[in-house]
T-cell receptor
Framework: DQQVKQNSPSLSVQEGRISILNCDYTNSMFDYFLWYKKYPAEGPTFLIS?????DKNEDGRFTVFLNKSAKHLSLHIVPSQPGDSAVYFCAASTLSSWGKLQFGAGTQVVVTP | ETGVTQSPTHLIKTRGQQVTLRCSSQ?????VSWYQQALGQGPQFIFQ???????GRGNFPPRFSGLQFPNYSSELNVNALELDDSALYLCASSRGQQGSNTEAFFGQGTRLTVV
Protein backbone atom coordinates (compact mmCIF):
# COMPACT_ATOMS: atom_id res chain seq x y z
CA ASP A 1 0.00 0.00 0.00
CA GLN A 2 1.93 2.97 -1.36
CA GLN A 3 0.74 5.97 0.64
CA VAL A 4 3.28 8.39 -0.83
CA LYS A 5 3.58 8.58 -4.59
CA GLN A 6 5.99 10.31 -6.90
CA ASN A 7 4.53 9.71 -10.33
CA SER A 8 7.37 11.18 -12.35
CA PRO A 9 10.37 8.83 -12.31
CA SER A 10 12.56 11.37 -14.06
CA LEU A 11 12.88 15.06 -14.83
CA SER A 12 15.30 16.86 -17.12
CA VAL A 13 15.80 20.60 -16.70
CA GLN A 14 18.20 23.18 -18.06
CA GLU A 15 20.68 24.84 -15.76
CA GLY A 16 19.27 28.08 -14.40
CA ARG A 17 15.64 27.09 -14.92
CA ILE A 18 13.13 25.95 -12.32
CA SER A 19 12.79 22.29 -11.30
CA ILE A 20 9.37 21.28 -9.99
CA LEU A 21 9.02 17.91 -8.32
CA ASN A 22 5.62 16.59 -7.32
CA CYS A 23 4.41 14.23 -4.63
CA ASP A 24 0.94 12.94 -3.78
CA TYR A 25 -0.20 11.16 -0.64
CA THR A 26 -3.28 9.25 0.37
CA ASN A 27 -3.11 9.21 4.18
CA SER A 28 -4.87 12.31 5.54
CA MET A 29 -3.19 11.70 8.92
CA PHE A 30 0.21 12.68 7.54
CA ASP A 31 1.21 15.95 9.16
CA TYR A 32 4.91 16.28 8.45
CA PHE A 33 6.55 16.13 5.06
CA LEU A 34 10.19 16.06 4.03
CA TRP A 35 12.28 16.09 0.90
CA TYR A 36 15.56 14.24 0.62
CA LYS A 37 18.20 14.24 -2.09
CA LYS A 38 20.27 11.16 -2.82
CA TYR A 39 23.45 10.79 -4.84
CA PRO A 40 24.62 7.31 -5.92
CA ALA A 41 26.51 5.41 -3.21
CA GLU A 42 25.42 7.91 -0.54
CA GLY A 43 22.60 8.02 1.97
CA PRO A 44 19.69 10.44 1.54
CA THR A 45 20.46 14.03 2.55
CA PHE A 46 17.76 16.09 4.22
CA LEU A 47 16.73 19.13 2.14
CA ILE A 48 13.64 20.76 3.55
CA SER A 49 10.51 19.93 5.52
CA UNK A 50 7.05 21.34 6.10
CA UNK A 51 4.48 20.86 8.80
CA UNK A 52 0.82 20.48 7.91
CA UNK A 53 0.00 23.76 9.65
CA UNK A 54 1.87 25.60 6.88
CA ASP A 55 1.40 25.73 3.15
CA LYS A 56 4.85 26.95 2.19
CA ASN A 57 8.38 26.71 3.49
CA GLU A 58 11.43 28.25 1.90
CA ASP A 59 15.15 27.64 2.37
CA GLY A 60 17.45 29.31 -0.12
CA ARG A 61 16.86 27.89 -3.58
CA PHE A 62 14.39 25.29 -2.25
CA THR A 63 10.70 25.91 -1.61
CA VAL A 64 8.15 23.31 -0.62
CA PHE A 65 4.42 23.89 -1.16
CA LEU A 66 1.73 21.86 0.58
CA ASN A 67 -1.87 21.59 -0.60
CA LYS A 68 -3.65 19.59 2.08
CA SER A 69 -7.02 19.52 0.37
CA ALA A 70 -5.45 17.97 -2.73
CA LYS A 71 -3.03 15.84 -0.65
CA HIS A 72 -0.24 17.16 -2.81
CA LEU A 73 3.13 18.73 -2.22
CA SER A 74 5.77 20.03 -4.52
CA LEU A 75 9.42 21.02 -4.33
CA HIS A 76 10.67 23.96 -6.37
CA ILE A 77 14.36 24.43 -7.02
CA VAL A 78 15.31 27.82 -8.43
CA PRO A 79 17.69 28.20 -10.15
CA SER A 80 18.64 24.61 -10.93
CA GLN A 81 22.35 23.84 -10.85
CA PRO A 82 24.35 20.86 -12.19
CA GLY A 83 25.00 19.72 -8.60
CA ASP A 84 21.24 19.30 -8.16
CA SER A 85 21.34 16.22 -10.41
CA ALA A 86 20.29 13.45 -8.03
CA VAL A 87 17.30 11.35 -6.99
CA TYR A 88 14.78 13.28 -4.90
CA PHE A 89 12.54 11.51 -2.40
CA CYS A 90 9.39 12.82 -0.83
CA ALA A 91 8.64 11.42 2.65
CA ALA A 92 5.83 11.79 5.17
CA SER A 93 5.03 10.88 8.76
CA THR A 94 2.26 11.32 11.33
CA LEU A 95 2.53 12.76 14.81
CA SER A 96 1.68 9.37 16.33
CA SER A 97 4.33 7.61 14.26
CA TRP A 98 6.92 10.34 14.54
CA GLY A 99 10.23 9.57 12.92
CA LYS A 100 8.84 6.64 10.93
CA LEU A 101 8.97 7.94 7.40
CA GLN A 102 7.06 6.69 4.41
CA PHE A 103 8.87 7.43 1.18
CA GLY A 104 7.86 7.84 -2.42
CA ALA A 105 9.74 5.96 -5.14
CA GLY A 106 11.84 8.99 -6.04
CA THR A 107 12.35 11.28 -9.03
CA GLN A 108 15.65 11.32 -10.90
CA VAL A 109 16.56 14.92 -11.75
CA VAL A 110 19.11 15.68 -14.45
CA VAL A 111 20.24 19.27 -14.84
CA THR A 112 21.74 19.90 -18.26
CA PRO A 113 24.09 22.78 -19.18
CA GLU B 1 29.46 16.85 15.67
CA THR B 2 29.80 13.49 13.88
CA GLY B 3 27.17 12.30 11.46
CA VAL B 4 25.52 8.92 11.11
CA THR B 5 27.98 6.18 10.20
CA GLN B 6 27.23 2.64 9.08
CA SER B 7 29.39 -0.45 8.77
CA PRO B 8 30.22 -2.29 6.70
CA THR B 9 29.63 -0.38 3.46
CA HIS B 10 29.35 -3.52 1.35
CA LEU B 11 28.65 -7.13 2.22
CA ILE B 12 28.10 -10.36 0.30
CA LYS B 13 26.35 -13.23 2.05
CA THR B 14 25.02 -16.62 1.05
CA ARG B 15 21.34 -17.49 1.20
CA GLY B 16 20.45 -18.91 4.63
CA GLN B 17 23.23 -17.08 6.45
CA GLN B 18 22.81 -14.41 9.10
CA VAL B 19 24.07 -10.83 8.94
CA THR B 20 24.58 -7.96 11.40
CA LEU B 21 24.72 -4.36 10.25
CA ARG B 22 25.84 -1.54 12.53
CA CYS B 23 24.97 2.12 12.89
CA SER B 24 26.36 4.93 15.01
CA SER B 25 23.83 7.68 15.48
CA GLN B 26 24.55 11.37 15.24
CA UNK B 27 25.69 13.01 18.45
CA UNK B 28 22.72 14.04 20.59
CA UNK B 29 20.26 11.79 18.79
CA UNK B 30 18.34 9.18 20.78
CA UNK B 31 16.29 7.58 18.00
CA VAL B 32 17.47 5.23 15.28
CA SER B 33 15.37 3.93 12.40
CA TRP B 34 16.31 1.32 9.83
CA TYR B 35 15.16 1.26 6.23
CA GLN B 36 15.53 -1.13 3.32
CA GLN B 37 15.90 0.34 -0.15
CA ALA B 38 15.51 -2.03 -3.07
CA LEU B 39 16.72 -1.00 -6.50
CA GLY B 40 14.52 1.65 -8.09
CA GLN B 41 12.35 2.09 -5.00
CA GLY B 42 12.16 4.44 -2.07
CA PRO B 43 13.37 3.37 1.38
CA GLN B 44 10.95 1.11 3.27
CA PHE B 45 10.69 1.47 7.06
CA ILE B 46 11.86 -1.66 8.93
CA PHE B 47 11.74 -0.58 12.59
CA GLN B 48 12.68 2.18 14.98
CA UNK B 49 14.45 2.23 18.34
CA UNK B 50 13.90 4.97 20.89
CA UNK B 51 15.89 4.93 24.12
CA UNK B 52 16.84 1.26 23.63
CA UNK B 53 13.29 0.02 23.04
CA UNK B 54 11.63 -0.92 19.77
CA UNK B 55 9.18 1.86 18.95
CA GLY B 56 7.35 0.71 15.86
CA ARG B 57 7.87 -1.78 13.11
CA GLY B 58 7.11 -1.87 9.42
CA ASN B 59 5.92 -4.81 7.35
CA PHE B 60 9.00 -7.00 7.78
CA PRO B 61 9.15 -10.59 9.12
CA PRO B 62 10.54 -11.45 12.58
CA ARG B 63 13.83 -12.62 11.09
CA PHE B 64 14.61 -8.90 10.89
CA SER B 65 15.54 -7.86 14.42
CA GLY B 66 17.46 -5.07 16.05
CA LEU B 67 19.06 -3.60 19.12
CA GLN B 68 19.87 -0.18 20.42
CA PHE B 69 22.68 0.32 22.91
CA PRO B 70 22.99 2.83 25.78
CA ASN B 71 25.11 5.11 23.56
CA TYR B 72 22.19 5.01 21.05
CA SER B 73 24.14 3.11 18.42
CA SER B 74 22.18 0.28 16.84
CA GLU B 75 22.37 -3.07 15.09
CA LEU B 76 20.15 -4.65 12.47
CA ASN B 77 20.21 -8.44 12.36
CA VAL B 78 18.75 -10.50 9.56
CA ASN B 79 18.50 -14.28 9.93
CA ALA B 80 17.96 -16.91 7.23
CA LEU B 81 18.90 -14.54 4.43
CA GLU B 82 16.88 -14.71 1.23
CA LEU B 83 17.83 -13.49 -2.23
CA ASP B 84 15.19 -10.73 -1.95
CA ASP B 85 17.00 -9.31 1.07
CA SER B 86 19.60 -7.92 -1.34
CA ALA B 87 19.23 -4.16 -0.94
CA LEU B 88 20.72 -0.99 0.48
CA TYR B 89 20.11 -0.82 4.22
CA LEU B 90 19.91 2.67 5.61
CA CYS B 91 20.10 3.84 9.18
CA ALA B 92 18.65 7.20 10.19
CA SER B 93 19.00 8.99 13.49
CA SER B 94 16.92 11.79 14.93
CA ARG B 95 16.37 13.71 18.12
CA GLY B 96 13.13 11.93 18.92
CA GLN B 97 10.50 13.20 21.24
CA GLN B 98 6.97 11.95 21.71
CA GLY B 99 4.47 14.16 19.99
CA SER B 100 6.84 16.07 17.80
CA ASN B 101 8.29 15.59 14.38
CA THR B 102 11.85 16.23 13.42
CA GLU B 103 14.02 15.50 10.43
CA ALA B 104 16.01 12.27 10.29
CA PHE B 105 19.63 12.15 9.15
CA PHE B 106 20.83 9.16 7.20
CA GLY B 107 24.05 7.22 7.04
CA GLN B 108 25.64 6.22 3.73
CA GLY B 109 24.06 2.77 3.88
CA THR B 110 25.22 -0.83 3.72
CA ARG B 111 24.87 -2.55 0.36
CA LEU B 112 23.94 -6.19 1.09
CA THR B 113 24.09 -8.77 -1.68
CA VAL B 114 22.70 -12.24 -1.04
CA VAL B 115 23.86 -14.94 -3.45
Amino acid sequence: DQQVKQNSPSLSVQEGRISILNCDYTNSMFDYFLWYKKYPAEGPTFLISISSIKDKNEDGRFTVFLNKSAKHLSLHIVPSQPGDSAVYFCAASTLSSWGKLQFGAGTQVVVTP
Amino acid sequence: ETGVTQSPTHLIKTRGQQVTLRCSSQSGHNTVSWYQQALGQGPQFIFQYYREEENGRGNFPPRFSGLQFPNYSSELNVNALELDDSALYLCASSRGQQGSNTEAFFGQGTRLTVV
